[in-house]
């Protein structure tokens, strides 16, 4: 049995990778931005992912993919509509965390 933690690291290995392939395909895409549908901020393409219509970027992938295998939801409607009331704001500022800890 993984713990969130665990898996949590997971994911963030498996988006970053996804965000690095893209990078690998096509170098110019570290130009192209486009706005998220899930944070609504502008966001490289590199790593985003498009889910039911929605595109997300990197980071939104990253706590879509988190969040289904926690089980804190399962379809990226209600993600999209948790980015708007902040209910899963205790996951985003631990990702934060995670991410601040990774660019020291
Ligand atoms: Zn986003």
């Known amino acids: 049995m993984k713990s969130e933690k665990q898996i949590v690291e997971e994911m963030q290995a ?4 996804m965000r690095l392939d893209d990078i690998e395909d096509n170098p110019d895409i ?3 931005t486009f706005e998220c549908d899930c ?3 502008s966001k490289c393409l590199a790593g ?3 889910y039911d219509g ?3 970027c990197n980071d ?3 706590l879509a993919e988190t969040g289904f295998a926690l089980k804190k939801f399962d379809n990226i409607q209600t993600l999209i509509d948790a980015m708007e009331d902040k209910r899963l704001e205790g996951l985003c500022d631990f990702l934060k965390e ?3 800890r990774a660019n020291n």
């Open 30 to 32: 570290i130009d192209e």
């Open 98 to 100: 995670e991410e601040k």
């Open 14 to 17: 498996v988006v970053e990778q």
């Open 48 to 50: 985003s992912i498009e």
């Open 39 to 41: 944070c609504g901020q």
């Open 60 to 62: 939104c992938v990253l």
């Open 54 to 56: 929605y595109r997300l």
